[in-house]
């Protein structure tokens, strides 16, 4: 069982918003504003897609945004494209453990 | 341009071990902590292990600690995983990743397999 929680799989269509979850305790979401996602395509390396809550690395589409309420955070994908079908996963840094955690890891299907 | 290239992988019975490596190039490698993250077939990402830009500070998952050791070679830019007494659920595609609490550039992965 992962240390954050995500759904395991969202879908949405093209155009259309959506948004991805990642929670969490205060161990970690809650207390500390290091929490990145990245989109994994299917067979290639993870790509960091937001960290720190809500910072885009230079590059990344500003169809990409990050927040945080609470104990989650959530990734809000905008203009929704096929291209952006993919698994996504939350990572924080955590006061649990002396290195941060994942989450589970949200499939996403552009129907 | 700026890369992580992973080598070392293989097949591996159960109590064996094995050495991964990293290549680093295109960027001042000394500066920046390094990770090791994997991720087993199918399953979601695990991060391994830390090590701080001048090798003061390494960390290990729980799962791990005792049987694998990172380190890293700043003169030849190079991130390493030695990695003893190796079980079944250490199968994985093992990443190394550049920096600490924010993964922003890994390698493709060099897959691990324990097996009889």
């Known amino acids: 069982q992962s240390a954050l929680t995500q759904p395991a799989s969202v879908s949405g269509s093209p155009g259309q918003s959506i948004t991805l979850s990642c929670t969490g305790t205060s161990s970690d979401v809650g207390n500390y504003n290091y929490v990145s996602w990245y989109q994994q395509l299917p067979g290639k390396a993870p790509k960091l897609m937001i960290y720190d809550v809500s910072h885009r690395p230079s590059g990344v589409s500003d169809r990409f945004s990050g927040s945080k309420s609470g104990n989650t955070a959530s990734l809000t994908i905008s203009g929704l494209q096929p291209d952006d079908e993919a698994t996504y996963y939350c990572s924080s840094y955590t006061r649990s453990s002396t290195l941060g955690v994942f989450g589970g890891g949200t499939k996403l299907t552009v129907l | 341009e700026v890369q992580l290239v992973e080598s070392g992988g293989g097949l591996v019975k159960p109590g064996g071990s094995l050495r991964l490596s990293c290549a680093a190039s295109g960027f001042t490698f000394s500066s920046h902590t390094m990770n090791w993250v994997r991720q087993s077939p199918g399953k979601g990402l695990e991060w391994v292990a830390s090590i701080s830009g001048t090798s003061s500070y390494v960390f290990y998952a729980d799962s791990v600690r005792g049987r694998f050791s990172i380190s890293r070679d700043n003169a030849n830019n190079s991130l390493h995983l030695q990695m003893n007494s190796l079980r079944g659920e250490d199968t994985a595609v093992y990443y190394c990743?550049?920096?600490?609490?924010?993964?922003?550039?890994w390698g493709r992965g060099t897959l691990v397999t324990v097996s009889s």
């Open positions: 990743a550049r920096d600490a609490l924010l993964f922003d550039l």
